[in-house]
C-alpha cells in the first residue's frame, strides 16, 4: 500500500509538472558515485561498469549503466521537477544540454583515490571539473550574457550522493573513524564552495545510506540481527555531523541553500521494516551476482521476478522501488529533506 502511494503522488508532482508547461526549475545537476551515476563509466577504462542487462531491465532505455533495474533517485527527481533525466556529462563532446547533466561515478568518493583501484573514475573533484568546464564553456552560448547563466545557476537544482566508497577505501583505515569523517566533511565543505564559486546555490546532499545492511557487507562479516551495526556506526560519524556543516555553509554563503537528505534512517526503516514499504526481502539481490550475492549482477542472467519487492538489485545497489522511496521523501517529507524538494523549488 505504502509504495501505491508513493507512486501516486510521484504521478502526482510530475503531471502538475507537465500540466504547468514550464519546469519547476531550470535544471538539475547530479554528482556523486554508482547509486547516481547514469552511464559516465560506460566511457572510461574501469570494471565498475552497469551497461549488461539485467542492469536496467524494467528502464526503457534498458542497460544505459545504471546500476539498478530501473531508475535512480535523481530520474524521479527529475521528473518530479519536469525535466529530462540528467545525461551522463561524458556522453557529450559537442553540444550541451541546459536542462542539466550527470556528473555521477561508480567506484569514486569524496577523496581522489578512491576506487582508482578498479580502474578509472572521476572523483567529486574531477566530477566538479566537469561542471567548471559545463559553466565556463558550454553553457554561455546558450544564454545572452554572465546575468542570465547566473540567474539560470541559482535557480537549478544540484543533487550529491557520494562518501559510501571512501569508507570502503584503505585510507579509511589510516585514521580514527571520527578522525576520517571529520576528513571527508572538511574536503566536501571545500568542495561545496567550489560548486558555490561557480554559481550554485541549491544544493541536496543526501546522507551516506546503511551500508552494514547491504549484502555484500552481511555476506562476509560476522553479526548479529539483519546488519553489520558496526559499519553502519563507522557512517554515523559522518552522518551525524553531516547537517551542521551545510547550515554552516548556508549561514555564510550569500543566497545559498545546502539541504540534508536524512536518507539513512529511511533506508535502515525500510529494511527493518519492509512491510511498510511493500517490500518483501531487504536481505538478498535480486540478481545472480558474483561472489555469492556480494558483488555486482552476472551479465545476462535473470534477476528475480519481483525486483520491486527488493531493496538490493545485487550486492550493493538499490531497486527502482526504493530509489522511489527515497526520492520521494525528499520531495515531500521534511523528515527526510528540510526543506523539501517541493519548497525549494519557491525559494
Not at 122 to 133: A, G, P
Not at 327 to 337: L, N, P
Amino acid at each position: 500500500m505504502t509504495a501505491l502511494i508513493i507512486f501516486f503522488s510521484l504521478l502526482h508532482y510530475h503531471l502538475i509538472s507537465s500540466v504547468c508547461g514550464a519546469p519547476l526549475a531550470p535544471a538539475l545537476y547530479v554528482f556523486g558515485d554508482s547509486l547516481l551515476d547514469s552511464g559516465n563509466n560506460n566511457i572510461l577504462p574501469t570494471v565498475s561498469k552497469a551497461n549488461f542487462e539485467p542492469y536496467g531491465v524494467d528502464f526503457a532505455k534498458g542497460d544505459t549503466g545504471r546500476f539498478s533495474n530501473g531508475r535512480l533517485v535523481p530520474d524521479f527527481i527529475a521528473e518530479f521537477l519536469g525535466l529530462p533525466y540528467p545525461p551522463p556529462c561524458l556522453s557529450f563532446r559537442v553540444s550541451t544540454p541546459v536542462t542539466g547533466l550527470n556528473y555521477a561515478s561508480a567506484s569514486c568518493g569524496i577523496l581522489s583515490e578512491t576506487g582508482q583501484s578498479l580502474g578509472r573514475c572521476l572523483s567529486l573533484d574531477n566530477q566538479i571539473d566537469l561542471f567548471q568546464r559545463t559553466v565556463e564553456s558550454s553553457l554561455p552560448n546558450h544564454f545572452k550574457g554572465p546575468n542570465e547563466l547566473m540567474d539560470h545557476l541559482s535557480k537549478s537544482i544540484l543533487v550529491v550522493g557520494t562518501g559510501s566508497n571512501d569508507y570502503m577505501s584503505d585510507t579509511s583505515k589510516q585514521y580514527t573513524p571520527q578522525e576520517f569523517a571529520q576528513l571527508l566533511l572538511d574536503k566536501l565543505s571545500l568542495n561545496f564552495q567550489r560548486l558555490y564559486s561557480l554559481g550554485a546555490r541549491k544544493v541536496v546532499m543526501f546522507e551516506i545510506g546503511p551500508i552494514g545492511c547491504t549484502p555484500s557487507m552481511t555476506r562476509t562479516n560476522q553479526h548479529n540481527g539483519k546488519c553489520v551495526e558496526e559499519s553502519n556506526q563507522l557512517v554515523s560519524y559522518f552522518n551525524d555531523n553531516l547537517l551542521g556543516m551545510l547550515q554552516n555553509l548556508t549561514s555564510t554563503l550569500p543566497n545559498s541553500i545546502f539541504v540534508r537528505g536524512h536518507v539513512y534512517w529511511l533506508g535502515y526503516d525500510a529494511i527493518m521494516n519492509p512491510s511498510k514499504y511493500g517490500l518483501l526481502d531487504t536481505s538478498n539481490p535480486c540478481c545472480e551476482t558474483w561472489a555469492n550475492g556480494t558483488s555486482a549482477c552476472i551479465p545476462n542472467l535473470k534477476p528475480c521476478p519481483n525486483p520491486d519487492q527488493h531493496f538490493f538489485f545485487d550486492g550493493y545497489h538499490l531497486t527502482e522501488s526504493v530509489n522511489s522511496v527515497l526520492a520521494s521523501h525528499c520531495i515531500g517529507d521534511e523528515s527526510v529533506c528540510s526543506p523539501t524538494l517541493k519548497e525549494l523549488v519557491t525559494m
